[in-house]
């Protein structure tokens, strides 16, 4: 994992060396890789090569709260740099919020492309759609 970490990310970020700005890496759904695969590993490695990357970098990974990924999450390395955040702690008035203005843009854009003459789809509309999907963002990305 070490060899593969250095070639595919560290060893990259740090050639490049010429980011302006801060470089953000997305890991998205750790949960849905194999326990064999040592996916939960990959935290690990991320606490201890950060140090020695060279750019401006912030990692967000994302999963489940499956137990094995947890204990990982807990370990001494990783709560020293890591902020968890639990997606279901969230307020669901601010949740709603979010889709509501997810979905105003989405449709937006789908007026644009299409040619939909305003006003469409209502200015009602999506506060319907957001009381059917309550705080199941996904039902929002999947329908768009």
């Known amino acids: 994992m070490q060899k593969q970490f250095e070639k ?3 060893g990259p970020l740090n050639a490049w060396g010429g980011a302006t700005g801060t470089i953000v890496i997305v890991m998205d759904a750790l949960d849905e890789c194999s326990p064999e695969s040592g996916a939960e590993e990959i935290p690990i490695r991320w606490a201890a090569e950060l140090p020695r990357i060279q750019v401006p ?4 990974i994302t999963s489940r709260p499956e137990f094995h990924i947890r204990t990982k999450f807990q370990s001494l390395s990783l709560r020293r740099i890591s902020q968890p955040y639990i997606l279901h702690d969230i ?3 601010i949740v709603k919020e979010d889709i509501e203005s997810f979905l105003r843009h989405r449709l937006h854009q789908m007026a ?4 939909i003459p305003t006003p469409w789809p209502g200015e009602d509309a999506p506060r319907k759609l957001v009381d059917r999907a309550g705080i199941l963002f996904y039902l929002c990305c999947d329908s768009s």
């Open 91 to 93: 307020e669901k008035s």
């Open 57 to 60: 970098l912030k990692v967000l």
């Open 112 to 115: 644009e492309e299409y040619a």
């Open 8 to 10: 595919l990310i560290s």
